[in-house]
């Protein structure tokens, strides 16, 4: 008797015609949408902003280290202080 050999070859098989199946009707749908041709690149922009995300966030982070220092803030309270006694 056979430990399922034929049997897997079977599922695998069956397995990737259903991801063929499903590939094919992702590209019809978004042929039929008016995306034109499939374009490997999509994500890009996806990935593109995320790293600006980031880039960001660093950013704020290196400014919030600076701000919070003493001197710093002794500056802007007076800064502040004067520009709202001006008046």
Request: hydrophobic content about 50%.
């Amino acid at each position: 008797m056979l430990h399922g050999g034929a049997d897997d070859a079977g599922r695998n098989r069956a397995a990737r015609r259903a991801l063929a199946r499903r590939r094919r009707s992702n590209e019809r749908i978004l042929r039929d949408r008016g995306a034109g041709p499939i374009d490997r690149e999509a994500g890009m922009a996806t990935a593109e902003y995320a790293i600006a995300t980031l880039a960001a966030v660093g950013f704020a982070a290196l400014l919030v280290a600076v701000l919070s220092s003493g001197e710093i803030k002794g500056l802007l309270m007076s800064l502040i202080t004067s520009a709202l006694n001006f008046g």
